[in-house]
């Protein structure tokens, strides 16, 4: 087996496809798995899982370097108890599943590298959040907490497994930003609610960057937040967006109407309006080179080609 092998749970998404070519380009077997595997022709392989049972996709965990889980239901919905019932599952269930595999094979991966998210923290106003932070008392908190105890109760001795807790992924092709963009070109960029709840992003080439050092380094393991090193407010994020579309001026938007728009959208508001403040204190501690650290940076770069 290929000790250069990296396997991506639900690898075909919007940061999934960036990963597949990052690590590619680094001199990786990429295989991915999905629900629904298709032929590619840029050396990648797809291979079929269904996100929670036992399969042939096992065997390409034997040996391979590092397995990174991506899967999970997009938060991007309305958040019924349905709805939320499924996004737990469809976590938990993923990290059971490759739990449950690593243990069947003669070899694991040497590192497990899984995706969280800041929402861990809850809402948190203005208060800044290292990794050190404890977990919020929010629905999307509790989300969040259930997935990770599902990876610390995973028994797999030999992998070093370590989260990142994604903010908000800014890329042009995906994510919240081209949404943001189309509004903001219609003059509808304006600050939701008070404007002043605090937006925790980071650019997805950036993110790709943090993935591939954890798997690098044998000495990292555990939470990392994996975010910028610059917070920003609502306001301020849309100040800056408005101005990379030569848009002075927008209406703001209240918390009602946020709301609303986003139910009719099948979204869900409290994606808007929650603050998270978190800062990348180990990557930071790690002399981690950000190629984006700031906001205008990064919009001028995703939005003005």
């Not at 239901?73 to 490759?98: F, G, M, Y």
């Not at 208060?127 to 969040?144: F, H, P, Q, R, W």
Request: glycine share 12%.
């Amino acid at each position: 087996m290929n000790s250069k092998r990296i396997v991506i749970a639900g690898g075909t998404g919007f940061v999934g496809g960036v990963l597949s070519a990052e690590f590619s380009r680094r001199g990786f077997e990429v295989v991915v798995l999905t629900r629904f595997p298709r032929p590619r022709h840029d050396g990648v392989v797809e291979v079929e899982w269904n996100g929670a049972q036992a399969g042939a996709w096992e065997a390409l965990l034997d040996g391979a370097e590092a397995v990174v889980n991506l899967a999970g239901r997009n938060l991007n919905c309305r958040h019924t108890p349905d709805h939320l019932r499924e996004i737990v599952a469809s976590r938990v269930n993923s990290v059971k599943a490759i739990a449950a595999a690593i243990g069947r094979v003669k070899q694991g991966p040497r590192v497990w590298v899984q995706a969280g998210a800041v929402g861990y923290y809850g809402d948190t106003g203005k208060v800044i959040c290292d990794e050190t932070a404890g977990a919020g008392g929010d629905t999307l908190a509790d989300v969040c907490r259930q997935w990770e105890a599902a990876l610390a109760a995973a028994e797999v001795p030999q992998t070093r497994k370590v989260i990142l807790r994604m903010g908000v992924v800014l890329g042009r092709d995906g994510g919240a930003l081209p949404v943001l963009g189309t509004m903001t070109k219609w003059f509808l960029g304006g600050a939701a609610g008070s404007g002043r709840q605090y937006l925790s992003w980071i650019h997805l080439a950036d993110l790709a960057a943090m993935f591939a050092a954890v798997v690098a380094d044998e000495r990292l393991s555990g939470v990392f937040n994996a975010v910028g090193p610059a917070a920003v407010t609502n306001a301020q994020f849309m100040q800056e967006l408005r101005r990379v579309y030569h848009r002075p001026w927008s209406p703001p938007a209240p918390a009602f109407a946020v709301r609303l728009g986003a139910w009719l959208m099948g979204s869900d508001g409290s994606l808007a309006l929650t603050s998270q403040r978190c800062v990348p204190k180990r990557f930071l501690e790690l002399g981690f080179q950000f190629r984006f650290a700031d906001i205008p940076l990064a919009l001028n770069d995703l939005c003005q080609r």
